[in-house]
């Protein structure tokens, strides 16, 4: 298969990269670097297989050549990007999608679409089935990451019904491991840059909230089979394992065994209290389930932060 993958060189987008050309196909990676990184794809250099593409999704997408799948992974993806980024992550959800699909109707490609659980917004039921509707705030400062992900679970479902695209959604819960950036600002690096850091580690809060941490090889590998699979319905993919975030900063302090200070800061707006997915579908359709533990996908990727400390 020859595949475009979107937001190639971020977090997700550059260990997906990884993963298709681990299975013996070719992939055209786009990205504007707004978030990702080309340091990322560093090591696809010399790949034959492997073709960078400079863009901006937001913008006509043009790719030369045909494509079996497109799948869409750009977008800022930290609270902290888009609370900076807002206008850019409403763009790439909604502009970005339209062009995605467009690609994808245009080549005759499957189109997969990276979708979240903060479609889920702050839930009022829990854990979280794909049957939920959710609880978002539309108008607050989460909302244009949230609104621009449910338009494009919208948009998706136009193309397949109305232009018989075939295509997937993944609701993709709070996902950790090497590649995130150092100043990412979500809860997972940040503690670990901290604690090798010996500065304080953030809890937001009283640290009660809770969020179930998906190791990135286990969620590239639901994606994988999510993509290979007939579904079409949005499909749950995360750990199902909960942790209070003042659980998790204790798990990251025994870990690097720092002597760091736990601090509270002021709880963001909309922050929602509790996210567990219900993964019963992705279970029974794709025999899909997570394998790495919280303390060892936590030690894999505090090796690679001591790595990479800017
Ligand atoms: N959080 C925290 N300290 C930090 C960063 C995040 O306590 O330095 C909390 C945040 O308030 C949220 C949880 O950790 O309750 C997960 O935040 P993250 O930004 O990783 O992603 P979210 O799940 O909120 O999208």
Known sequence: MRVLITGAAGFLGSHLTDRFLAEGHEVVGMDNLITGSRENLAHLQHERRFQF??????????????????????????????????????????????????VAKAKGARFFLASTSEVYGDPQVHPQPESYWGHVNPVGP??????????????????????????????????????????????????????????????????????????VSDLVDGIYRLFMSTHVEPTNIGNPHEFTVQQLAERVLALTGSKAPIERRPLPTDDPKVRQPDITKARTLLGWEPKVLLDEGLQRTIAYFREHLD
């Open 53 to 102: 593409v400079f863009h901006d999704v937001s913008r006509y997408i043009q790719v030369e050549g045909p494509l079996d799948g497109v799948l869409h992974f750009a977008s800022p993806a930290s609270p902290i990007d888009y609370l900076e980024l807002p206008i850019q992550t409403l763009k790439v959800g909604s502009l970005g999608t339209h062009n995605a699909l467009g």
């Open 142 to 215: 989460r909302g244009v990451y949230d609104e621009a992900k449910r338009f494009a679970e919208a948009m998706t479902m136009a193309y397949h019904r109305y232009h018989g695209v075939d295509t997937r959604i993944i609701r993709i819960f709070n996902t950790y491991g090497p590649r995130m950036r150092a100043r990412d600002g979500r809860v997972v690096s940040n503690f670990i840059v901290q604690a090798l850091k010996g500065e304080p580690l953030t809890v937001y809060g009283e640290g009660q909230q809770t969020r179930s941490f998906c190791y």
